[in-house]
């Protein structure tokens, strides 16, 4: 515990100290800090923060994690030179570099949110506590890559390739599959589809925070009435656990037995 809280700590040092964790946080700081002064309605800036944080996290998760994890490959095998578990390292390097990014979207996020005033404290909670979970997916998504690809023109370029698929061509093709079968009853067909995509169901579960069903059609009805039970909550909740944990798997079992 004592050897994986170390290693932890280094790492967060280490990031905290990057010019581009910097540069993020201060941005961060700067476009929540207008869109509150030029928005000034709730509503609109938590889906404005919503639009950014979703496109952001993921791709700065996925791409800072995958470039800092080539970087310290050198760093990886000097340290498992010592008597340290795999296991351990591999935690530590993971925590050291959640943590930071979970620091950066309090900072940059949280801070002004409520000093606004302006927005309910639930509000500002569920919008950075599913920002924080897609880091932690994204993150554990390039720790999968990195363990497995080590060229690292060739990693940086899966890591980009998910991220576009995630993000904007897997919606391509749920508004292609739902104008495709429009005459027939797809809707919860829609919902399980939605559900597989983290993206997807962090941006319909902020969303239907508004009353936005709506703008969502038929299909925001079957949202609304799933993620609004106790339920659909939890099943929200776990379907984010789950896309932390498998990459997150794969890639020690890869780790392990890998060969520096």
Same mark, same amino acid.
């Given at each position: 515990?004592?050897?994986?809280?170390?290693?932890?700590? &280094?790492?967060? !040092?280490?990031?905290?100290?990057?010019?581009?964790?910097?540069?993020?946080?201060?941005?961060?700081?700067?476009?929540?800090?207008?869109?509150?002064? &030029?928005?000034?309605?709730?509503?609109?800036?938590?889906?404005? $923060?919503?639009?950014?944080?979703?496109?952001?996290?993921?791709?700065?998760?996925?791409?800072?994690?995958?470039?800092?994890?080539?970087?310290?490959?050198?760093?990886?095998?000097?340290?498992?030179? !010592?008597?340290?578990?795999?296991?351990?390292?591999?935690?530590?390097?993971?925590?050291? $570099?959640?943590?930071?990014?979970?620091?950066?979207?309090?900072?940059?996020?949280? $801070?002004?949110?409520?000093?606004?005033?302006?927005?309910?404290?639930?509000? +500002?909670?569920?919008?950075?506590?599913?920002?924080?979970?897609?880091?932690? +997916?994204?993150?554990?998504?390039?720790?999968?890559?990195?363990?497995?690809?080590?060229?690292?023109?060739?990693?940086?370029?899966?890591?980009?390739?998910?991220?576009? &698929?995630?993000?904007?061509?897997?919606?391509?093709?749920?508004?292609?599959?739902?104008?495709?079968?429009?005459?027939?009853? +797809?809707?919860?067909?829609?919902?399980?589809?939605?559900? *597989?995509?983290?993206?997807? $169901?962090?941006?319909?579960?902020?969303?239907?925070?508004?009353?936005?069903?709506?703008?969502?059609?038929?299909?925001?009805?079957?949202? !609304?009435?799933?993620?609004?039970?106790?339920?659909?909550?939890?099943?929200?909740?776990?379907?984010?656990?789950?896309?932390? &944990? +498998?990459?997150?798997? *794969?890639?020690?079992?890869?780790?392990?037995?890998?060969?520096?």
């Amino acid at each position: 515990m004592e050897t994986l809280y170390k290693i932890t700590k &280094f790492q967060i !040092q280490n990031i905290i100290r990057s010019n581009w964790i910097i540069i993020y946080t201060f941005g961060l700081i700067l476009t929540t800090s207008l869109i509150i002064y &030029f928005t000034n309605d709730s509503s609109k800036v938590i889906v404005s $923060l919503m639009t950014i944080m979703f496109i952001l996290n993921p791709l700065i998760g996925i791409l800072f994690g995958s470039i800092y994890l080539y970087n310290s490959r050198e760093f990886i095998e000097l340290v498992l030179t !010592q008597p340290i578990k795999r296991s351990t390292l591999y935690s530590g390097l993971f925590l050291g $570099l959640v943590i930071p990014f979970i620091l950066v979207t309090i900072v940059g996020v949280g $801070l002004p949110l409520a000093a606004s005033n302006l927005i309910e404290p639930d509000l +500002i909670g569920n919008l950075l506590s599913t920002s924080i979970l897609l880091v932690c +997916i994204f993150v554990s998504i390039a720790f999968l890559i990195t363990t497995f690809i080590v060229e690292r023109s060739a990693g940086l370029g899966i890591a980009f390739i998910i991220w576009l &698929f995630l993000c904007w061509i897997y919606d391509g093709f749920l508004l292609f599959f739902s104008y495709a079968f429009q005459d027939y009853p +797809i809707e919860r067909i829609i919902l399980a589809l939605t559900i *597989i995509n983290p993206i997807d $169901l962090a941006r319909i579960n902020i969303l239907l925070r508004f009353e936005a069903a709506a703008m969502l059609g038929i299909t925001g009805a079957v949202f !609304q009435d799933f993620i609004s039970a106790s339920l659909g909550k939890v099943i929200t909740f776990a379907v984010h656990l789950i896309w932390i &944990f +498998i990459p997150f798997s *794969i890639g020690y079992f890869r780790f392990k037995k890998k060969d520096f």
